[in-house]
Each structure stands twice: as structure tokens, then as C-alpha cells.
């Protein structure tokens, strides 16, 4: 079965921590992305890469950066953890194009 | 601007009674037309894609349909375990996928 692995369930981190969240894929998907999921906003982009070493942002990129070195893993990094960071993040792929996504389990992270 | 509106909000059966789930969409020139289900504290599993009108996807007690503005998702007789937030998503064209906000179900035994 295809999967897409993120690396905790769970996070606690202190105010201004760098925080690196992982996510590998085995489908060798070209695409993969990363979500943050909140109450009354739904799912909202932080940044997708379309190739190995190619990011671009989403939606709301701010404080966050990325980086894929190699084509089934794809990490987000919060420079500097903020309280109002706190949210569920979800990792997903695709194999490419117009093709619906493959989700991992998602990390809930708190900021405290 | 583009968007993706479900209705209901929240949607609570009994075991048995089957209904509709509703999914609007905006974006003109469809790429891809996305359902999912989502469990409480875990990632969108996938169900399933549709790409023109017309076009039906089936699995299981899951129908969905497809028309130039909506989509449906119709529950056939479902069951407890049918009990989740169903999420409708729309791929804009190039790397943008645009979802809705979910419609909660919940099947009463």
C-alpha cells in the first residue's frame, strides 16, 4: 500500500524554536505539499515542490520555509516557532498533474 | 475568486437513511473535481476523482456525480462507520487545489 510518513504525531515546542517537520512518500510522486488544517479555515497551503530541489509558496508562507534534496522527502521548517503556529500539519503527494493526493496521518504541533 | 462550498455543514442520519452531500464549485475549465474523507485527528484519505460532467465514480456506499457546478456525494444505507468529514476539492489548474470546508456526517446506529 502506498504511503506517506510523517515523522510525529505529536509536538510540543517553546516559543522561538526552529521546528522541522519530515515527510517521506515511497510512490515516487514528483509533487508533494504541505497543509496546515484549523478549525473554521480548512486547509490552507504553505508550500508545494514540483521536483526534487523546486519549492514554491502557497498561501500563507510566512515563517515557514522547506526543502527537498531528494525526490520522497520533503521537510517543513518553522524558523522561529510562534503560538499561533499551533496547528495540525498535513503532508501530502502526488504522482503529478491533475491527480488527487495521497495524505499522511498529519503532526499536531503545539507552540507553548 | 475561485471556491469550493459544501452543504451541508453537518449532517446527522440514521443507520439506513440515505442521503446527498453537496459540493459547489467555481472555477471554470475543470481540472479535477476531489473527494476525500477525513477521520477525526488523521490525515484526507482519498475516494475518489472526477474530471467531466457526467461522469460517476462508486465504492461501496459511495456514489459520486459530477455536473458543470456540482458534485454529489450520495450515502446509500449508510452505517456508523460512514461517520466522518467529507471534504470536496477542486484542482484549479497547474498546482492549485482549492477545498472546501467539509461537511461533518454523522450516522446514528
Known amino acids: 500500500d502506498v504511503k506517506v510518513t510523517q515523522s510525529s504525531r505529536y509536538l510540543v515546542k517553546r516559543t522561538g524554536e526552529k521546528v522541522f517537520l519530515e515527510c517521506v512518500q515511497d510512490?515516487?510522486?514528483?509533487?508533494m505539499f504541505w497543509y496546515r488544517q484549523d478549525p473554521g479555515l480548512g486547509l490552507r497551503l504553505i508550500y508545494f515542490?514540483?521536483?526534487?530541489?523546486?519549492?514554491e509558496k502557497g498561501d500563507i508562507p510566512e515563517g515557514y520555509s522547506v526543502s527537498r534534496e531528494k525526490k520522497e522527502r520533503f521537510s517543513l521548517i518553522l524558523e522561529s516557532a510562534s503560538t499561533n503556529q499551533t496547528s495540525m500539519y498535513l503532508c501530502a503527494s502526488r504522482i503529478r498533474g491533475f491527480y488527487g493526493y495521497t495524505f499522511g496521518s498529519g503532526t499536531r504541533l503545539t507552540v507553548v | 475568486e475561485d471556491q469550493v462550498t459544501q452543504s451541508p455543514e453537518a449532517l446527522r442520519l440514521q443507520e439506513g437513511e440515505s442521503s446527498s452531500l453537496n459540493c459547489s464549485y467555481t472555477v471554470s475549465g475543470l481540472r479535477g473535481l476531489f473527494w476525500y474523507r477525513q477521520d477525526p485527528g488523521k490525515g484526507p484519505e482519498f475516494l475518489f476523482t472526477l474530471y467531466s460532467a457526467g461522469e460517476e465514480k462508486e465504492k461501496e456506499r459511495l456514489k459520486a456525480t459530477l455536473t458543470k457546478k456540482e458534485s454529489f456525494l450520495h450515502i446509500t444505507a449508510p452505517k456508523p462507520e460512514d461517520s466522518a468529514t467529507y471534504l470536496c476539492a477542486e484542482n484549479t489548474g497547474g498546482f492549485k487545489t482549492i477545498f472546501g470546508a467539509g461537511t461533518r456526517l454523522f450516522v446514528k446506529a
Open positions: 510512490m515516487d510522486h514528483e509533487n
Open positions: 515542490s514540483y521536483d526534487v530541489k523546486m519549492k
